[in-house]
């Protein structure tokens, strides 16, 4: 690979003399990984000055309420933090950058000198930020920094804003969210800049940052022994690959491995990547044992290609997760939710840091939080299966447990707790606090619900050690988020704005083909950084009656999605409240989307069995008029009379029967769960109506209604609630890899 530097600077870069290596080895490992010194470094750096600073205190102030957190004084960064903001930039540069960048004279202040321009105008949303930011990155470009640079050292200029801001106020959890989105959105904007000038180009990534992570190890070792049984004709050593027994694809199930590609979809890709890698050894080896060394030439190169590509993807996810950890931790704890398997969430802190700092000085309490976190990587280095942690905010750090168990967890944390308390070699004792939450059955949550999670679990921290789990931990975990929400969003404003968008889930049927059968519709509530789950505001939508404004405003996104919708689903299940039958403009608009926009959609309407009791009458005129059809949701939570399903389904308004999702959670409990559901598949095939499963989370789950010849499924385990383009896109994908299967959805 040509070197980044100019000529003129290789001197600078010269390695020591190495042991002469035969050249097919040399060859192979320079060729799949970037062997120079990236960014060309590691030659020390000069201190670089820091461009005057610019008092903010000289220039008009805004007042605009909206942005409360611009109109207090204590929420500004003041001069001396912003100079540490950039002296801490200015070190990330000196790790990772260009040395000859930064060493010429003409180009060095550009990038410093665009951030505090970047962060004069940060807390001010307006066009100049804007600007600032396009500035920033033409400063980039013309000092010759990679932009996978850049992107790091906004995460690392993030990280630190968000530390000065949280020691200026008493709630250093309340802008992280704000001062994140204002980040990631800077980002995007840059990205889509540079998106065309750095398409086709390997990321030429630092080795020392990614080269011990386990699944780059894992590669760099196999390929080394495989290219050890080349170079020694010894093909009993040529490690074939091994489907029954394959690390890489243990390792990729591992917390460590999930972080850094299931929030990206990316997972799949990677196990794709590593099949087609696996499957061009095992052609090298063959071509080998049958002495056709021209081919097994090609094939070797071919087989490099694809692993400096795996490499390559690797190191930038690596790279990437590591400079943003914060915002990709909570990306992954939500993505994490929607897997099988027990997920557990702690929040871990040292008690009395703020009275260590006050005592002993700052410098104390950054000794204590590095033991700490020491500590913690000791422990997930030991479970890596298991465990992933993450330094958090204000002394926190989260870690995430999967498969295990609460007692499991609470036994290592408590563990850990002795072994600070006891450490003989540290300056001060310490003492941990944590409290932790089982997540396995919890649904209502989404990424913007994170940081109040962590707020939460950060609360009870400080009120008991323990690792709850049950539905009551959970409640009482959904009840503060529900308060401290209402004090947060207002429902009446941001229904009277239209801040209402949908997502989409599959019902799939259970057989051997897997189609997609129909997508439920699920509304959202807009926020500005994201969309909130309107799960967690339902009750509080019913008790304000909000409820026909609500479903009214589902319509109209449905309406707006329609173009996409047509190359998704033939068939659409939309829940509705009882108010929203007798309400005129809820009607109307279900009538115009049906004659137009959704116009040779079928439309399937979810009614609980209450509401169908208490709304036959519009229910038989729905059906008779525009061929509407219904499901029964939340089957057999015992509102609904048996003479009522069978006439209903006589008439041919009701179509299916949606299973409480209680029976499914509860399925391997016990055996009266199965019987129950047993004879609910047996009456609807009577009926001639179809069961919808809720809820299926697990593949034993799966497997017994598959056993149970249940007609459709519904959970986390067969498709995730994503918005209608991510879903089209996934479709596509589906078709393009495997094909349409039938008139009725596409094989999963």
Not at 549 to 563: N, Q
Request: hydrophobic share 40%; glycine share 4%.
């Amino acid at each position: 690979m040509p070197s980044p530097l100019p000529s003129t600077r290789r001197q600078h870069h010269t390695q020591p003399p190495r042991q002469q290596q035969p050249k097919c080895q040399r060859d192979c490992i320079k060729n799949f990984y970037h062997v120079q010194p990236p960014f060309g470094f590691p030659a020390p750096i000069g201190r670089v000055s820091i461009p005057p600073f610019r008092d903010w205190k000289s220039e008009p102030r805004r007042t605009d309420e909206s942005l409360n957190f611009v109109t207090q004084e204590h929420y500004f960064l003041n001069p001396r933090q912003v100079d540490e903001l950039l002296q801490q930039l200015q070190r990330f540069h000196a790790e990772h950058t260009e040395v000859a960048a930064l060493q010429d004279p003409e180009r060095h202040p550009l990038p410093l000198q665009a951030f505090r321009r970047f962060l004069e105008r940060f807390l001010e949303d307006t066009e100049n930020a804007r600007q600032a930011a396009e500035e920033l990155v033409e400063s980039y470009r013309r000092a010759n920094i990679p932009f996978v640079l850049l992107l790091a050292a906004f995460n690392h200029l993030k990280e630190a804003m968000v530390e000065a801001i949280a020691s200026n106020t008493g709630n250093p959890l309340a802008h992280y969210r704000e001062i994140d989105q204002r980040f990631e959105k800077a980002k995007r904007l840059l990205a889509q800049r540079q998106l065309l000038h750095a398409a086709a180009q390997p990321l030429p990534l630092p080795q020392r940052v990614v080269r011990d992570k386990h699944l780059i190890r894992l590669y760099l070792e196999w390929l080394q022994r495989l290219n050890d049984a080349i170079l020694q004709d010894d093909l009993d050593a040529y490690p074939l690959p091994d489907p029954q027994n394959d690390p890489f694809t243990r390792a990729l199930r591992h917390p460590e491995s999930l972080f850094i590609c299931l929030d990206l979809k990316l997972c799949d890709q990677i196990q794709e990547h590593h099949r087609l890698i696996q499957q061009q050894s095992a052609l090298v080896h063959t071509l080998l044992a049958a002495e056709r060394y021209d081919q097994a030439q090609l094939a070797h190169q071919e087989l490099e290609k694809r692993v400096a590509d795996l490499l390559n993807l690797l190191s930038a996810l690596y790279f990437e997760s590591q400079t943003n950890r914060l915002h990709r931790f909570f990306n992954f704890l939500q993505a994490l939710l929607y897997l099988p398997g027990r997920k557990i969430l702690a929040v871990v802190n040292p008690r009395g840091l703020r009275q260590l700092n006050q005592r002993q000085g700052s410098e104390a309490g950054n000794r204590a939080l590095a033991r700490i976190e020491e500590r913690l990587a000791e422990l997930c280095q030991t479970q890596r299966e298991r465990l992933l942690y993450t330094r958090g905010i204000a002394g926190d750090f989260y870690l995430i447990g999967y498969h295990t168990t609460p007692e499991e967890l609470d036994g290592w944390l408590h563990t850990l707790r002795q072994r600070l308390r006891h450490d003989d070699a540290a300056d001060v004792p310490l003492d941990l606090a944590y409290h932790g939450l089982e997540l396995t059955r919890i649904h209502q949550l989404s990424e913007e619900n994170m940081p109040f999670l962590v707020d939460y679990l950060s609360e009870r921290s400080r009120q008991e050690n323990a690792i709850a789990s049950g539905e009551a931990a959970a409640e009482a975990m959904l009840a503060w988020m529900r308060r401290r929400y209402r004090q947060s969003v207002d429902l009446n404003e941001k229904l009277e704005h239209g801040e209402v968008d949908i997502h989409i889930q599959p019902l799939v049927t259970l057989d051997q083909r897997r189609r997609i059968h129909a997508f439920e519709v699920l509304g959202r509530i807009r926020e500005e950084d994201g969309e909130l789950n309107a799960g967690l505001f339902i009750d509080d939508i019913l008790r304000l009656g909000l409820a026909p404004r609500f479903d009214t405003l589902v319509l109209r996104a449905l309406a707006r999605h329609a173009d996409d919708l047509r190359h998704i689903t033939p068939r659409l299940f939309i829940n509705v409240a009882a108010a929203s039958l007798e309400d005129p403009a809820y009607l109307e608009a279900l009538r115009t989307l049906l004659e137009g926009p959704l116009a040779g959609i079928e439309v399937v309407l979810e009614l609980t069995e209450q509401v169908i009791l208490e709304r036959l009458s519009r229910v038989h005129e729905l059906h008779r008029r525009w061929g509407i059809h219904f499901a029964i949701d939340d089957f057999g939570t015992g509102y609904s009379t048996l003479q009522t399903v069978i006439q209903l389904a006589l008439d041919g308004g009701v179509r299916y029967l949606k299973l409480d999702g209680s029976l499914t959670r509860h399925l391997h409990d016990h055996p009266a769960n199965e019987r129950v559901m047993h004879i609910t598949r047996q009456m609807a095939r009577e009926l001639e109506l179809e069961t919808v499963v809720e809820f299926i989370e697990t593949p034993q789950q799966l497997h017994t209604l598959e056993a149970m010849r249940m007609d459709l499924g519904q959970g986390f385990l067969l498709g995730l609630p994503d918005p209608v383009p991510v879903w089209r896109g996934k479709l596509t994908y589906l078709h393009t890899r495997h094909g349409a299967n039938g008139t009725d959805g596409f094989t999963l």
